[in-house]
């Protein structure tokens, strides 16, 4: 059992292995793009603006949750708690500004989906909807220790939940500035 | 020294009231629901594993009955044919849309359901913490999760059965544009959905599992297990779990652009397309693209079904050969190889669709490189039999028997890794031949080996061994009687996946060749039925297992107790000293793991 304690806790060590293979996936879409962008008929991405406060936000609550992680380290459970609770606020924002970015097309007039849709943007669409996915399920994570920590009942001060959370959640934000730049550079 | 003897002594004299003791523990825990049905512990979950894919490999198998019906007796019509499935066998002929179904399901169903669930998910959860000396898996949570995912996609694909339009029927690769378009065939309508959400179901189940087995491996070891000493299946399972959670992924992602274009109109496999007079507004798509990334997995998921065999035959045979297995090291590292080239051949299932020569013969080149660690496993393989002392168990001979079937087979691999060659071959019987006796039947072999040997382990109990000849004889010789003469079919030009030849002047010739196959196909699902029928039977009546270590064997899983409760180990986890394979060293016959290694005894 000593032993055990100089390795890394198992089960952030499963965590990794599966941003590995998170990454794979969008590995795989973003090579599917590029190889559909030599093809024909491709239109040229034009991301709406909206999208850079979406990335902005997402880029503050990994600063967030890290300072709420800091809290929690220094027993400040009231700070701990506000950070967390402004972490999953700013992830719920995240998602609302994404899918206001996928409604501005709609004004736009340009198709995702459906008849007239060019494979660009549906691959916009597949691709950040996918991620988005993730992020909602970073989001319920965040509630669920959030309660936790927020029970009267149930005094926990383990670190290695929100540390799990936080890893991940920093993953899902580096994804996030992967895509973006992809796709604003990769037209 | 002393005190790992102790545990060692503890462990076997405690064996007989082991259960008794964990009864006391545990007993107020466990319910049915727990203990049964959403148990944690990873015995259980492994053999919940290993019941459901063997009835899906009966669902699997008997498909493969009925078109093979159809193959061999075209213009026979068989009135219970109608009686059981009414419009889809009308006149008591399996209809063409049937049959598509059929094909389709079969290949599903085998090489995810049967032999990546039902092999990997089996073993990897028996035999990981058993072997290198866990209590449990890493997240025992996650392990059950994994399972009702499984559990939960064979529900949505059993369910695909039954549907109006019947399941999804273009092959078991799913190629769009035929996959995409509902009004191209009645396969794929309400069916192919179904297919997509039980594969997404089917590889959430496969990645919290293989995240689990690679977490396992590498931080619950027992102390003293050091990489280096572990045993080959479970060096199989961590290069098996490795491939799954990087290529399943992909899939995922092919999957879910294919879900885009079914149901919301996009156009990313789909261009340009007339079907039945009515011209679709798609534009744009490529339907080489899903290829690339259902090949991305597919071709890594045929490592995913052979490692964990090759490593579990690794073991059987060096344990009833009663010999160390040669070249430990060469082992791990072909594996690591094949693990590797896995990944780098994906296009060679692409070479006829207008791939760049150019580009087709660096995966030529990659392709043929397979062959070295292959050579080098057989090699190993055969010089660690080589003059043992060999107990031919039912687990050693079909052991024996997936190394005769992987020559026979990998050598056919030679042929089509050739993109040249494969004009001629791809799409025809020698391609069915060739990935049935390498992959299917020589993983069902390794499985087989792995049910035989660690039945004991599992249950108790033993397998009746009459029954266990008659299952291998059968279906060894069977095996080879069915796949053989398709390889004569296949480099005549015959076709796969057309229901009747009776009419086609090339191919009629073959009319009795093709009966031949389907009578021994049905004498050899009739004797999988005899496996099963031993393998219930068994669990309940079976011989009783006596001894703690009833086959000799060095690994922690026979230091248990006969029957291990939730945390195998009734006292400590005992430590390891030395590698697996120290069988006739210092003239002893073996030497379990856990003894420490003598003052002048050379260490390995």
Excluded at chain 1, 19 to 46: D, H, P
Excluded at chain 1, 101 to 112: A, V
Excluded at chain 2, 379 to 404: D, E, K, Q
Aim: aromatic share 16%; with cysteine.
């Amino acid at each position: 059992m000593n032993e055990q304690r100089k390795k890394i806790h198992p089960h952030k060590f499963t965590l990794w292995v599966a941003i590995g293979s998170i990454l794979m996936m969008f590995a795989g879409l973003t090579s599917a793009y590029i190889v559909k962008r030599n093809q024909a008929s491709w239109m040229m991405l034009e991301i709406p603006v909206i999208f850079w406060y979406s990335t902005f936000t997402i880029l503050t609550s990994s600063a967030t949750v890290q300072l709420a992680l800091q809290k929690l380290k220094q027993r400040e459970m009231i700070a701990y708690r506000r950070w967390l609770v402004i972490t999953a606020v700013l992830g719920v924002l995240f998602l609302v500004l994404q899918i206001a970015g996928f409604m501005k097309f709609g004004e736009l007039d340009i198709r995702l989906i459906g008849a007239g849709s060019n494979a660009s943007y549906s691959f916009l669409l597949a691709i950040s909807g996918l991620h988005g996915l993730h992020v909602l399920g970073g989001v319920i994570a965040l509630v669920v220790i959030a309660l936790r920590a927020l029970s009267t009942t149930n005094r926990n001060y383990s670190t290695i939940p929100l540390e799990i959370a936080a890893t991940y959640w920093h993953f899902v934000d580096i994804l996030w500035i992967y895509l973006f730049i992809f796709f604003n550079w990769m037209k | 020294m002393s005190s790992e003897t102790i545990t060692h002594g503890h462990a076997v004299q405690a064996t007989a009231h082991a259960h008794d003791e964990h009864g006391h523990d545990h007993h107020h825990e466990e319910s049915f629901l727990t203990k049964y049905i959403f148990s944690t512990d990873h015995k259980m979950i492994g053999k919940q594993f290993l019941i459901t894919g063997m009835i899906w490999a009966i669902i699997g198998g008997l498909f493969s009955v009925l078109f093979r019906l159809q193959l061999g007796y075209p213009e026979m019509s068989f009135p219970f044919l109608e009686d059981l499935f009414g419009k889809w066998a009308a006149g008591g002929r399996i209809t063409n849309e049937f049959y598509y179904a059929l094909v389709t399901m079969h290949g599903t169903i085998l090489v995810f359901f049967v032999l990546t669930a039902g092999l990997s998910g089996t073993f990897a959860n028996i035999l990981i913490p058993l072997q290198i000396g866990a209590r449990d898996m890493a997240s025992g949570f996650l392990n059950m999760l994994s399972y009702w995912f499984f559990f939960l996609a064979s529900v949505v694909m059993f369910a695909s059965l039954f549907i109006q339009t019947g399941p999804a029927s273009g092959g078991w690769t799913i190629y769009p544009p035929l996959s995409a378009l509902g009004q191209a065939s009645e396969g794929s309508k309400l069916g192919m959905d179904f297919w997509l959400i039980s594969m997404a179901l089917f590889i959430v189940s496969s990645l919290l599992g293989g995240l689990n087995y690679i977490s396992t491996i590498l931080n619950l070891r027992t102390k003293g297990m050091s990489m280096t000493r572990m045993p080959l299946t479970i060096w199989a399972i961590f290069f098996t779990a490795v491939l799954g959670v990087l290529s399943f992924p992909v899939l995922l992602s092919g999957a879910v652009l294919l879900l885009f274009d079914r149901n919301l109109g996009t156009s990313f496999y789909l261009s340009e397309i007339v079907v039945k007079g009515e011209i679709l507004p798609n534009e744009g798509g490529s339907a080489i693209l899903f290829q690339h990334l259902f090949w991305f997995l597919g071709h890594p998921e045929v490592y995913i079904i052979l490692l964990p065999a090759m490593g579990m035959v690794s073991e059987i045979l060096s344990v009833n050969s009663r010999k160390p297995i040669f070249g430990y090291l060469a082992m791990v590292g072909s594996l690591f190889a094949i693990c590797i080239l896995a990944f780098l051949v994906w296009a060679h299932h692409m070479f006829v669709t207008g791939l760049n020569p150019f580009l087709g013969a660096f995966f030529v080149l990659l392709t043929l490189l397979i062959a070295v660690p292959s050579a080098i496993k057989v090699f190993n393989w055969l010089t660690t039999i080589w003059r043992g002392n060999i107990r031919f168990t039912p687990g050693m001979l079909f052991a024996i028997g997936f190394v005769s079937l992987f020559i026979s087979g990998g050598l056919t691999g030679i042929f089509l890794g050739n993109s040249t060659l494969d004009i001629h071959l791809h799409d025809t019987y020698f391609v069915v031949a060739h990935f049935h006796i390498v992959m299917g039947v020589a993983s069902f072999f390794g499985m087989f080996a792995g049910v035989y040997h660690w039945f004991p382990k599992m249950y108790g109990r033993y397998l009746n061994t009459t029954m266990a000849y008659i299952h291998f004889w059968v279906t060894f010789v069977g095996a080879y009687l069915i796949f053989w003469p398709m390889h004569y079919q296949g480099l005549a030009g015959m076709p796969r996946r057309y229901s009747d030849f009776s009419n086609w002047q090339s191919f009629n010739q073959f009319a009795d060749m093709n009966r031949f196959i389907s009578t021994v196909a049905m004498v050899v699902f009739a004797v999988q039925l005899l496996f099963v029928f031993n393998f219930f039977y068994s669990i309940f009546k079976g011989r009783k297992v006596k001894s703690q270590n009833p086959w000799g064997a060095n690994t922690l899983e026979w230091t248990t107790p006969i029957n291990p409760g939730h945390g195998n180990w009734p006292g400590d986890i005992p430590e390891v000293h030395r590698w697996a394979y120290d069988y006739g060293k210092d003239g002893r016959e073996f030497i379990p793991q856990t003894e420490p290694v003598g003052a002048n005894e050379s260490a390995h």
